[in-house]
């Protein structure tokens, strides 16, 4: 008897290890992801009530978290000056990212392209060690 609760004993705890290091893994398999958006405004009001409020609501529902930019928050280091309005925008991994973007594509093409242009650059996370 004593054998079969040590059999029964042992199994248990290697299946609890298993689940355990496999949920670690797959934490470990989907790095966050990131938007920088370049967008340049040419019309400041319209983009502010029309557009923008919409662009927000639809980074909440995506689960995004704005992380920094804004008008004229972006300082050139390099190159060509950046456009008057520079966004970075925080998702869980990148189907969430690609997710929100195919959302947000639609919205720039229905709304947005009447007072902006856009340009939008995803990136993958990295592990911080």
Known sequence: MKYRTKITAAV???????????????????PPAYIVAEIDVKDQDGYGKDFLPKAQALIKDAGGKYLGGGTNKATGLAGAPPPNRVVLLQFSDTDAAKAFYAKQERLEADVGKKYASFRAIEIEGVDQK
Do not use: H, N
């Not at 248990?12 to 989907?30: C, I, P, R």
């Open 12 to 30: 248990a705890g290697g299946f609890a290890l298993g689940a355990g290091v496999s949920s670690v893994l797959y934490a470990q398999a989907k």
